[in-house]
């Protein structure tokens, strides 16, 4: 009974492969190359995401968690705040989740948090975030430093207008131009293994040492099976309402997803 049944299906199946095959949506290329670039980025649709706000007020984190917050749930993400990196000990989270999005400029991690984060992104969870709150943070920890890519250490001329440099082909920055953005421009010691998405060119106004030195905005790593991304931009939230800088931090997310 049930293998009659499968055989009758058959000819449907084919029917439907028929019908989506001359459907003319299938024949525009703009629709066609969204489908591709969807296939490239995971999606966030019922993934576990946790995101860890703290530290600096300065940078603001409760506002860069609440945004990060709307633009996941917008994906369908089942997202955790918390704002203790105790939870980083909890091993029944740790386990389940799929991304772990960090905003704690200048603080401390503890020996079990830091133990916990590290095996979580080494079995496959993600590890993104912005500004500060992620690459100007646990300073005295080198486990946290070997993971990001790369450690803040200087912002000359403060927050200044500057341009943002889209570098080749990639799923995160896909259909984004170049941008101007008006912020901290990041000078960052840099680990060799990472892969730059973005960058941007320092003149020699504040320090004239740093004179055309091209700096990473945005990249991505592997760190055991997790992947970690990162945006420079973000020392006001706000500024990921500029569609390009948003654009880059929502598929920043998706990428680094497990
Ligand atoms: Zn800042």
Known sequence: MR????????PFVFLALFVLACSPQNSSPVRLEASVQLEELPTLKGKNVLIVYGGWPGHKPQLFAEKANKLLSAQ????????????????????????????????????????????????GAGLAGAHGGFCDTFRNNREYQYMIG???????????????????????????????????????????????????????????????????VVWTKVFGKGKIFCIALGHDP???????AQKILINGFRWASR
Do not use: C
């Open 3 to 10: 293998s009659s049944f499968k055989y009758l299906q058959i």
């Open 76 to 123: 369908g993400a089942n997202v955790t705040v918390s704002e203790s990196l105790d939870i980083f000990t909890d091993a029944t989270t740790m386990s389940n989740v799929d991304l772990i999005v960090i905003s704690y400029t200048m603080a401390k991690i503890g020996k079990e948090q830091i133990k916990g984060l590290e095996k979580a992104v080494k079995n």
């Open 150 to 216: 790369a450690q803040f250490v200087a912002h000359p001329g403060g927050e200044i207008e500057y341009r943002v440099n889209i570098k080749g082909d990639h799923p995160i920055t896909s259909g984004v131009k170049d941008f101007t953005t008006t912020t901290e421009q990041y000078y960052m010691h840099v680990d060799p293994n990472i892969e730059v998405l973005a960058t941007t060119t320092f003149t020699g106004e504040a320090d004239e040492w740093i004179d055309g030195a091209v700096m990473p």
């Open 238 to 244: 706000n500024e990921f309402d500029q569609p390009e």
